[in-house]
């Protein structure tokens, strides 16, 4: 943990561009509009703005506690950002300027203090009928809200999940593809080796299957852009791609 920004050419597998800072860099993610900024959530208790052509901080937001996960929607107007006490923060960011602003700070979904490790915006939802947001704390809290991006991303939450409390910062992801066939699925990694896909409206039994292969805690998943290859890694450095299978009849 050098406190560094990094942006790679993956084809190459080169480094291309540096950036310093003075703290931890916890997460990160590009601009979908303007793919010059860089937005970074750090150990500061800040959301920073970076011009990736130039390396230069151009604006930061200060927070009430350190940025631990962040997502945008897909206009790049908001910022979804998840603090280390599972507090979740509406911010506007202007995509000309990288100018930032409050909007709204959501605790609906937190049952006590925890750190969030996932936050993932999903621009449609069968169950909200528009757009979604998905988090997970690390206290085994997943959480599902339905997006008003007309009210500054006020989010309201529609259904959460109680899984067991995590020694490890495990991830979760949607399942965009599957949950427009029916339910709304969600995928997640698990100290116990395995991955598991719930389903978030069979609340008495949401698990509905499970992938064996790992032999250490799955910290990562996430799907490829056509949603039949799944990514799953775990704690001792071991990554497993699964491929969906297709469905008879």
């Not at 800072?21 to 900024?37: E, S």
């Not at 339905?146 to 109680?162: A, D, F, K, N, P």
């Not at 698990?207 to 799953?232: F, M, R, T, Y």
């Given at each position: 943990?050098?406190?560094?920004?990094?942006?790679?050419?993956?084809?190459?597998?080169?480094?291309?561009?540096?950036?310093?800072?003075?703290?931890?860099?916890?997460?990160?993610?590009?601009?979908?509009?303007?793919?010059?900024?860089?937005?970074?959530?750090?150990?500061?208790?800040?959301?920073?703005?970076?011009?990736?052509?130039?390396?230069?901080?151009?604006?930061?937001?200060?927070?009430?506690?350190?940025?631990?996960?962040?997502?945008?929607?897909?206009?790049?107007?908001?910022?979804?950002?998840?603090?280390?006490q599972g507090c979740i923060h509406s911010i506007k960011v202007n995509s000309h300027t990288g100018a930032l602003s409050r909007a709204h700070r959501n605790h609906s979904g937190v049952k006590r203090?925890?750190?969030?490790?996932?936050?993932?915006?999903?621009?449609?939802?069968?169950?909200?009928?528009?757009?979604?947001?998905?988090?997970?704390?690390?206290?085994?809290?997943?959480?599902?809200?339905?997006?008003?991006?007309?009210?500054?991303?006020?989010?309201?939450?529609?259904?959460?999940?109680?899984?067991?409390?995590?020694?490890?910062?495990?991830?979760?992801s949607f399942c965009p593809l599957l949950s427009l066939e029916k339910g709304e699925f969600i995928v997640s990694g698990s100290e116990d080796s395995n991955v598991y896909f719930y389903d978030l409206?069979?609340?008495?039994?949401?698990?509905?299957?499970?992938?064996?292969?790992?032999?250490?805690?799955?910290?990562?998943?996430?799907?490829?852009?056509?949603?039949?290859?799944?990514?799953?890694?775990?704690?001792?450095?071991?990554?497993?791609?699964?491929?969906?299978?297709?469905?008879?009849?």
């Open positions: 943990m050098d406190k560094s920004v990094r942006v790679w050419d993956i084809g190459k597998g080169h480094c291309i561009r540096v950036v310093y800072g003075t703290t931890l860099q916890l997460c990160i993610r590009f601009h979908p509009v303007n793919n010059n900024f860089l937005l970074v959530g750090n150990a500061n208790k800040e959301i920073t703005v970076i011009n990736f052509s130039t390396g230069r901080l151009i604006r930061k937001l200060a927070l009430e506690s350190e940025v631990t996960a962040i997502d945008t929607d897909h206009t790049g107007q908001f910022i979804f950002a998840g603090d280390f203090k925890a750190p969030t490790t996932t936050v993932q915006f999903r621009t449609f939802s069968l169950l909200a009928r528009g757009p979604v947001l998905l988090t997970c704390t690390k206290d085994g809290s997943l959480s599902f809200f339905s997006v008003s991006l007309e009210v500054g991303g006020y989010l309201t939450l529609r259904c959460s999940l109680m899984l067991a409390p995590r020694a490890w910062n495990i991830q979760a409206t069979r609340p008495k039994h949401p698990c509905v299957n499970k992938l064996q292969g790992h032999g250490s805690p799955v910290i990562g998943v996430a799907w490829n852009h056509g949603e039949n290859l799944l990514a799953s890694s775990d704690s001792g450095g071991l990554v497993i791609v699964w491929k969906r299978a297709k469905m008879e009849g």
